[in-house]
Structures are given as structure tokens and as C-alpha cells.
């Protein structure tokens, strides 16, 4: 089965699925961290989604594409850190830090393995230069 979308790669709703449970989890932060740990983690477990789409549109270029992977990477640590803050902070159960560093991990795996094996993934096109093959 050819894949069409970054939204049919299984890291891609993993992801996806991180990013809507940090958002419900830390709708429960106090106010107090509205604009620090709660904005932070919620951008930070966005961007891995974000930045898959965008490398998924990048495919064409294996550097592009292995950089946005990159970005996914280092926002999914991120991301974890973040929910390291929250349980040390007590605004989550430590159940709840175990489930969701667990999908950060798989996540980082994931994206590992497509960062050390991008050709499966990347596009690739018999004419160097397409858009002037017909001037």
C-alpha cells in the first residue's frame, strides 16, 4: 500500500494522538502556567505533527526531509521534558507521565528509524530538473 499523506503514517497519528492528550491533560495546569508550561507543551507536542507534514512535503529532498524529521525530534523531547515539569510540579499523576513519555518514546523511535532509513520515504524523479525539461 502506496502512502499518500503523512496523516496514514502510523508516527504521524501517534503523534497527533500525544498532541490532543497534552491538551486535555493540561487544560488541569494551574493559571498560574497558562503562558509558560502549559503553552510551551502544547506548542511542543503540536509541532511534532507540524513539522511531519512539512517534512512529508519536503520528501523530494532527502536533506529537507531528514532536517524537518530532525525538528520533529528534538520537539518530542521537548515535549517530554515538558511533561517531566508536570509531574514534578504535581499538575499530573505519575500514571499519566508514565503513559504519555511511553508515546514520546515510541514517537522518538519512530523518527529514528526514518531518520536512519529517509529512502523508503523519499521521492525520487528520473529528471533532475523537471520544470525545465520542457523549455
Known amino acids: 500500500m502506496q502512502i499518500r499523506s503523512a496523516k ?10 500525544l498532541a490532543m492528550e497534552v491538551f486535555r491533560i493540561s487544560k488541569l495546569f494551574p493559571p498560574e502556567e497558562r503562558y509558560a508550561l502549559t503553552s510551551q507543551v ?9 513539522n511531519l ?22 520537539e518530542n523531547s ?9 509531574r514534578d510540579c504535581g499538575y499530573i499523576p ?10 514520546c518514546s515510541e514517537i522518538g523511535k519512530m523518527l529514528g528509524r526514518m531518520i536512519q532509513k529517509p529512502t523508503g520515504f523519499i521521492i525520487s524523479h528520473p529528471d533532475p530538473c523537471p520544470l525545465t525539461s520542457d523549455l
Open 8 to 17: 496514514e503514517l502510523i508516527v504521524y497519528q501517534k503523534a497527533y494522538q
Open 42 to 50: 502544547r506548542r511542543s507536542s503540536r509541532s511534532i505533527c507540524l
Open 53 to 74: 507534514r512539512e517534512a512529508w512535503a519536503k520528501r523530494r529532498y532527502k536533506a529537507h526531509f531528514i532536517s524537518k524529521l530532525t525538528d520533529c525530534d528534538g
Open 78 to 86: 521537548e515535549t517530554e521534558t515538558s511533561l517531566d515539569f508536570a
Open 94 to 103: 505519575e500514571q499519566e507521565h508514565i503513559k504519555l513519555t511511553g508515546l
